[in-house]
Structure formats: C-alpha cells, structure tokens
C-alpha cells in the first residue's frame, strides 16, 4: 500500500503549458499549430489505464516554435481507480528539439500533470529524447511519480513505418523503474495500426503490461496479481488540425 | 531570411513542365516556399505520421502555405519535406502574368517564411555522340579508361562493392544486361509521370557500375557498387533537364538512404536550396561529383561549389585548376532498349569519378572527403589521357599497389580548394 506524500506542485500543468506557449508566441511569429480531439475507448498511460477501462475524450494541442522551442497540453476525460465518475486530466508540457547535421534529433523538456479531484496524484517529470527517421527514445525522470512520494525512470521506445499508401504502423516498448519501491516498476508496450483520411485519425493498438510484482494504489488493474500480462485492446478517433 | 534569385525571368523560362518531356515551358512561373520544419519531439496525443513526409506537425504547415497561396495569388501544388535542411518545401504556381520577383520580395517580408526561391533549371552535360552497337559487342577495350586506369588489374582488389552511389539523373535502365542487379534503389521525383528509362540515366549508370566479366557491352569503373536510381531529370526535345526542386528530392531522398557517392551529371545556376543539400551531403561524408559545364565561366552549379569533385571532360578546352579530367569523348556506355551507344560531355567524366570514388569508397571508407580531394593524384606520365592516374591514386591513398603502379610524385597532387 503505497502512502500519498504531500505534494508541493499543485499548479495546473495548463499555466506551465500556456507559460510555454506564450514564450514561444511571443519569440517568433512563425509559430506552427497542430493537434488533435477525439475520443479513446480507453486512455491508457504507461500501460495502465486512467479511465477505469471507460472511453474517454481527448484534447490536445502543440506549437512549435521556428527557433526549436515546442509547448503543448492535453485535456482528457479520465476516471481514476479511486474516483466515481469522470474527471479533467492535465498535461502541460514545454521543451526545446533541435536535429543535428547527422539526421539525429535530441529533445529535453518539462511536463507536468494534474488531476482534477485528486490533487495528491499531480506530478511532474523532466524528459530527454533521441530520433533518428521513425525511431526514437525518450527517458524521463519524476521525483514525485504519482504523488507516491517515488522517484521514477521512465525509458520508452518508439517506431513505425508505413503500410503501403494509406496505413502506418507504430509500436512502443517502456520501462518504468522505481528503485525505492520495486512492486511499482513495470514493463509495457503498445504496438498498432493507423490511417489518417481527410484530417482523421484512426489508431487500433494493443496496449500490454507487465507489473513486477502486487500493484496498488491506482489504475483498474491494481488488484490483479502482477504474474499476469495485462493486455487490451484500444481503438482511437481523433480529428487532427 | 529570404533568398532571391537575381535573374528570375530566366530562371521561368527554363522550367518546363517536369512530367512531359518535351512539352513548352508553361506561361505561370513556379516558386519553392520553404517553411521551417520542427525537430521531432514528445507529443501528447502520440499521433504521428508513418514518415517524413508526414508528420504531426504538417497540417499546422499545410495551413499556413494555403493561408500564403491564398494571400499571394498562388496555386498550392506540392510539398516536401527536407528534414535535413529543417524545411518544408511547398511549390506554389504563380498566377499567369504574376511577377515572380515582387511575389518573392514579399515573402521576404514575412515572418511565417523561413526562405524562399525561383524553381531553375538545370541540363544534364552530355550527349549521344555516334550510332548504337548491337548486342554482344564486347566494347571493354574502346573504353577510353580501360588501359589508363588498368581496370581489370584494379578490379582484383576493388570494385566498389556494396557503395552505394546515387545516380541523380534521368531515368535508368534497371534491366538492361549490362546493368541488371546493379541498381538497388530506384525512385522517380519527376511529378507527373512513372519511372521510365532514358538515354542519359542509363548512359551515366553504365560507366559508373556496368556489369563486368558478363561477357557484353561493357565494364563499369565500379561494377561491384550499388546504384540508387533517383530520376529527377526527363529527357525533352531540348536536352535531359531538371529543375530545383526535382533535384532537391533527389538529394533530400539520397541524405535519408545513406547514399556513399552522389553523382550530379548536370549543371544549372546557384541554388540556395540544392546548396545546402549539397552541404549537408558533404558534413556528412558523402562524395558529390558535379559535372563541369563548359559555356560557363565557373563550371556553374554544383560543380563550382566547395568540396564537390568537379569534372571535365578531358578534351575540355577549358577548365579550372581545381577541376579534375576524366574521359568524356566517345565512351561507349549502356543505352536503353538493351543497347550499347557512344557519348560524350562532362557528364560522363564525372560517372568516371564517381566510379573511382566507389572503388575508393570500398579501400578507405572513412576517409575524409577534402583528404581524398587532396589525394587525387593528376596523371603526368602513366595515364596522360584520362587526367587522373587511378593507380597511383589509391596506392597513395591506401598504400597498397593494385596495379602497375608508379611512384606518385607530390608536384602533381591535384589540391582541393
């Protein structure tokens, strides 16, 4: 049973997130716009769900700026384990992203999450990334994952590719690691399909997790044994712009 | 931030339309927009695109080059994004009648425009210069490099192999017998038409990498490397041309696939967009070769660009210091239709070199594009005709003699700029 810690960050990520964005508004005209709204039959995070296995909508939003800065946020319907219905879940994010001459990208920023009727789970986390063409790798750092009072290494991979004119594939493999409290450190991954037609987004994945021992505390498979693959399939609708 | 041609009305004039060959130059003139292109980054939602070409970010882009086309009077034709330079590069059509160079002074003016450019034209520098020869005509002892360069005593110690050399150019004949299984890669940037085979492509491919010992035609100068068959030119009643933006897709596509050689048999005029291509090329490694056009007075682009081995013809009357000769009369060279054809121009001196590099390619791979330059040994005494002396080249470069190979002597080094 893991202790909620008080938390010192309480600040919604959507004023680190609008921070971001006005920084980069404010540096350079050149913005660029784009995200996405739509809907999930479940909103799945690391491998555990934050829906309670429910649908949820999601709204998200990301500018670039033209000198490599980037910001962004997202908004989704979600429902914690603990909760009863459906609540806002926050994520603010803001960085900076620059490819080298060789073709390789590197990337570091901040994110931050909030949610909505339970604010001891608000965290943030600071994240370097590496792409190369459909590849890259990301590790973020949280000393406060969850408000569990942990310190977390998140390692993530990610790929894809196209199928054929239409279709793309995409997978993801992700560790989290939590040395002070092992029975929170899992392995996960995601691996799927998806089209885009005429500005939509269509996503099909099966998300699967492995937890390394009893779980608790949050997500709907808190209660399971840990020696069981969790796995589920997840469709996406999303209108991009 | 923006960079405009001086000579705009002829830069128009030159650009015929790129998918039929040999149709008129249309009336409305077309001009490369280029918009920044993110660095890849974390991204909420996780929706991003299957490649390059589309990624999360290209409807934020796409907005903004309609808003521009919109503003401007322009037709929105295409884009393509060019991750090495961090650009999206959107062709736009001007209205007809529309004066490119006000249109262009006002893109410089705006903040969402990273840069700007007319499309030019470029030509390939060679041509068909006697009569096909049938089938089977083993055509290895009128090649003009066989004996000065003493290919088949190069051939036992290199031959190119698995370098990957990209033929920018017009279409290849991927199953003609003396190229079969060598083009590993083929890609047509030409909008508007299907790969198809055509006379300078499968010419240049054929010096560069002919199958050897196969019995017919010819040999290559490296019949062991592997071709990238990217067509960015189309043959046309006026000769093969290209344009920039054909070019750049080139370019931007043999960046991306690791391309160990670039051969560029074509000449045009200064280019902001295929420069920094051409830079960026370079930074990486890759050998550019660039063929010498000799009615202008710098060679013109990309030869005269730092860095890029840039070559004449050996019976050129004219050429740079810096230039290197190589053959380019009457080499014979693979045709399509499962022909063989004599030509001549710089362009096929310069496959010569791009052949040699891919031998060299495969001896010293990680030597240094300005070490290699300066490495080229200039014949004065064993192989006079061609200009260089490819054995006394890589002895130099690898020490270690594959053929008859003299002392080099350090007077005659051609240096690199």
Redesign the interface.
């Known amino acids: 049973m893991f202790l909620r810690m008080p938390q010192s960050f309480h600040r919604k990520p959507g004023t680190f997130a609008l921070t971001g964005l006005a920084c980069i508004f404010a540096a350079s005209a050149q913005a660029q716009v784009s995200g996405s709204a739509g809907i999930v039959s479940d909103y799945m995070y690391r491998g555990i769900s934050l829906s309670s296995g429910k649908p949820a909508a999601r709204l998200s939003l990301d500018v670039d700026g033209a000198n490599g800065w980037f910001a962004g946020g997202q908004v989704v319907s979600g429902q914690l384990a603990p909760q009863s219905h459906r609540n806002a879940q926050w994520l603010g994010y803001a960085g900076y992203a620059q490819r080298l001459p060789s073709g390789l990208s590197w990337e570091a920023g901040l994110s931050a999450y909030a949610f909505h009727g339970a604010p001891d789970w608000n965290f943030r986390e600071m994240f370097v990334g590496m792409s190369f063409e459909n590849y890259s790798a990301r590790l973020h750092y949280s000393p406060d994952y969850l408000g569990f009072g942990e310190r977390t290494v998140y390692a993530e991979l990610n790929g894809g590719g196209p199928l054929g004119n239409a279709w793309r594939y995409f997978w993801r493999g992700g560790y989290l690691s939590a040395p002070g409290h092992a029975g929170s450190s899992r392995a996960e991954g995601r691996i799927g399909v998806g089209t885009a037609i005429e500005g939509w987004q269509m996503q099909l994945s099966l998300d699967a997790a492995r937890l390394r021992r009893q779980g608790g505390g949050y997500g709907s498979y808190s209660s399971e044994p840990s020696s069981k693959v969790h796995s589920k399939l997840v469709l996406g609708l999303a209108r991009g712009f | 931030m923006l960079w405009v041609y001086a000579g705009l009305p002829g830069a128009q004039a030159g650009q015929g339309e790129p998918g039929v060959p040999g149709v008129a130059a249309p009336a409305a003139a077309e001009i490369l927009v280029m918009?920044?292109l993110?660095?890849?980054?974390?991204?909420?939602?996780g929706?991003?695109?299957?490649?390059?070409r589309?990624d999360?970010?290209?409807?934020?882009?796409q907005r903004?080059a309609a808003t521009l086309a919109r503003e401007h009077g322009m037709q929105l034709m295409e884009d393509w994004p060019m991750?090495?330079l961090?650009v999206d590069c959107y062709r736009m059509r001007l209205a007809a009648g529309q004066d490119p160079a006000a249109v262009l002074a006002a893109l410089s003016r705006d903040?969402?425009v990273?840069w700007a450019q007319a499309i030019q034209d470029f030509s390939a520098q060679g041509a068909a210069s006697g009569a096909a020869t049938g089938t089977g005509d083993p055509l290895y002892r009128v090649q003009p490099a066989a004996a000065p360069w003493q290919l088949q005593q190069l051939r036992k110690s290199a031959t190119g192999r698995k370098v990957l050399v990209a033929v920018i150019d017009s279409g290849v004949e991927a199953a003609h017998p003396d190229l079969a299984g060598q083009v590993a890669v083929q890609e047509n940037f030409v909008d508007g038409q299907s790969y198809v085979a055509e006379e300078h492509g499968t010419a240049v491919a054929g010096v560069i990498a002919a199958r050897a010992d196969n019995g017919i035609g010819i040999a290559g100068i490296a019949p062991d490397a592997r071709l990238m068959a990217l067509r960015a030119c189309w043959q046309a009643d006026s000769g093969t041309r290209c344009n920039s933006f054909t070019l750049a897709k080139a370019l931007n596509y043999a960046?991306?696939h690791n391309a160990q050689v670039i051969n560029l048999s074509l000449s045009g005029p200064p280019d902001r967009l295929l420069q920094q291509l051409v830079g960026?090329a370079q930074?990486?490694g890759i050998r550019v070769v660039g063929a010498i056009d000799p009615t202008r007075s710098d060679g013109g682009f990309p030869a005269n660009s730092p860095g890029v081995f840039a070559v004449a013809a050996d019976d050129a009357p004219h050429h740079g210091e810096q230039c290197l000769l190589a053959p380019g009369r009457d080499v014979p060279t693979t045709m399509p239709g499962a022909r063989w054809g004599m030509v001549s121009g710089s362009s096929y001196a310069a496959a010569h070199v791009s052949g040699m590099l891919a031998v060299i390619g495969e001896l010293k791979p990680q030597l240094s594009g300005e070490r290699l330059h300066e490495g080229i040994v200039r014949a004065s005494g064993p192989a006079p005709l061609t200009g260089i002396d490819l054995c006394a080249t890589i002895m130099r470069i690898t020490g270690k003699c594959s053929c008859a190979c003299p002392n080099p002597s350090t007077e005659n080094l051609a240096r690199s700029p």
Do not use: C, E, M, T
Not at chain 2, 47 to 52: K, L, N, R, V
Not at chain 2, 56 to 61: E, F, T, V, Y
């Open positions: 918009l920044h993110p660095a890849p980054h974390f991204r909420a939602d929706y991003s695109g299957a490649s390059y589309d999360a970010g290209r409807q934020a882009r903004i991750p090495a961090n903040s969402r990273a960046l991306l960026v930074a990486r």
